[in-house]
């Protein structure tokens, strides 16, 4: 009797075991069920997306396409075929002016509608100083043009038109206030230097119209005595304030910590403006 005592309980335990396992089996067979649906569910949400993005897609080459052809005018309504195409061309740029706006705003160039087009300012400052103002006004049809400007003769305006005008404006406009804003920059420099050191000028400093070339003679005291040193400031890079080359040069018989003296401001003179070396 307690043999067959023994093999009913190996046999229950051989029951237990088996339907353990068999649960097991449908709770990982559920769980890879309820990960199938999931994934089922997802990919039917990416596959709307898709269908939904492809509709987006059309509607924008159709835009695209209509207002290539001139027949899309502000807004996106359609106009008809029969307006003239130069009309949704002008909205078109108006558009596209606007935006550049928005993005020189804070960088000191400002525009206003005029008559005939579109009327940029640029001001100019340096190291905080608030300086000139350059007008330019644009045609925007038939195509982008300029009409009247304030501009300096030194400041190359037709390069600069002629290689942007038409294709990036953005780059236009950049690029113009960087020259303008270099060129009022070493102005202002100069103008500093000459008013605050005059005494230790030895004549006046002189310079091109459009200051990337300031020639002048100044002294220092150096043992009880006076020296004169001469400089030449070149600035290669016409939107830099700070000269791409600096001479520093004395008399030959001065000695050799005039030299120095002279090597020193050379350095000093390209890497600080002129009017804060001194």
């Given at each position: ?27 990982e ?18 596959q ?5 993005l ?29 307006q ?35 009327c ?32 300096p ?116 003179y ?9």
């Open positions: 009797r307690g043999k067959m005592e023994e093999r009913e309980v190996h046999s229950a335990d051989g029951i237990l075991g088996h339907l353990e396992a068999l649960e097991a089996e449908a709770q067979a559920a769980v890879k069920q309820e990960e199938q649906e999931q994934q089922q569910e997802k990919m039917a949400r990416l709307a997306r898709v269908q939904e492809r509709l987006q897609r059309d509607e924008l080459q159709a835009k695209v396409k209509l207002q290539q052809q001139g027949q899309l005018g502000e807004g996106g309504i359609v106009l008809d075929p029969g003239p195409r130069a009309q949704a061309v002008l909205e078109w740029k108006i558009k596209s002016l606007k935006s550049l706006l928005e993005i020189f705003y804070l960088t000191g160039i400002s525009a206003k509608r005029s008559k005939h087009g579109i940029f300012s640029i001001s100019t400052a340096f190291e905080g100083t608030y300086l000139d103002s350059y007008h330019l006004e644009l045609l925007i049809q038939p195509q982008v043009r300029i009409h009247h400007h304030s501009i003769i030194f400041i190359p305006l037709e390069q600069l038109s002629k290689k942007y005008l038409q294709t990036n404006l953005r780059s236009f406009l950049a690029l113009l206030s960087h020259h303008l804003n270099a060129y009022v920059g070493r102005r202002y420099q100069a103008d500093q230097f000459q008013e605050h050191f005059a005494e230790q000028l030895e004549g006046s400093l002189q310079r091109n119209s459009l200051c990337n070339l300031l020639v002048f003679n100044y002294k220092v005291a150096r043992e009880g005595k006076s020296f004169l040193l001469n400089a030449r400031l070149l600035y290669r890079d016409p939107c830099s304030t700070l000269p791409s080359e600096a001479i520093v040069s004395c008399t030959a018989e001065a000695s050799a910590a005039l030299a120095e003296v002279a090597a020193a401001h050379s350095a000093l390209r890497q600080i403006p002129l009017h804060r070396a001194f």
